[in-house]
């Protein structure tokens, strides 16, 4: 037992215990703290006039290969009834609800009933798809989505981006536009 009392006095008296203690916890607290960083980042929101591009620019949503991106309507009280893809090359499509699709000319789904608030996007390894022009160095696409809600129909664009690295965000929620007159959501915003 009395070893063991000197052995460990002797640890904490050699020189390099303590550098070696603090670089272990320094490593830990980093680590830590860049995953509750990234998961604080798990929801960007933008006004449903801003997504229209009512304010001068097309907003952008960025797609990661680690995690997927959702756009959501929930907030916005909006049913998904139509959605476009420029370049389905890259990025992967799913819904929270019935949709529906045209592959074609042949439309499939049920398009009367189309009830999905939710678009999951995933970024892919890119695929040769016979038709589509090769991409250029300016890696985006355009995604179109035609919603429903409060009986009026909504047109909206967004810029899919292709990132690297972490996700910045795993949420883009649309919201309605405030009820205030006196409140300008519609300002031109920063991309």
């Not at 304010?55 to 009834?81: D, M, R």
């Not at 991409?135 to 909206?156: A, F, I, P």
């Not at 690297?164 to 949420?171: A, K, L, R, S, V």
């Amino acid at each position: 037992m009395k070893e063991y009392i000197n052995f460990c006095r002797n640890i904490v008296k050699s020189s390099y215990f303590l550098p070696l203690t603090s670089l272990l916890f320094l490593t830990v607290g980093l680590c830590v703290t860049n995953r509750v960083l990234a998961n604080n980042a798990v929801l960007r929101s933008i006004f449903s006039c801003q997504a229209q591009g009512l304010g001068g620019a097309i907003p952008s949503v960025k797609v990661w290969y680690q995690n997927g991106t959702n756009l959501s309507f929930i907030p916005a009280g909006e049913t998904i009834k139509k959605v476009w893809l420029d370049d389905p090359s890259e990025v992967t499509l799913d819904f929270d609800g019935p949709m529906c699709v045209n592959f074609g000319g042949q439309e499939g789904g049920d398009c009367e009933n189309s009830a999905a608030s939710v678009i999951h996007m995933r970024r892919i390894e890119k695929l040769d798809i016979p038709g589509l022009p090769p991409r250029s160095n300016n890696s985006k696409t355009l995604l179109t989505v035609v919603t429903e809600g409060g009986g009026r129909r909504k047109l909206y664009t967004f810029r899919v981006i292709y990132g690297d690295g972490m996700p910045e965000y795993n949420t883009m929620a649309v919201f309605s536009d405030p009820p205030s007159s006196s409140e300008n959501p519609c300002v031109r915003i920063d991309q």
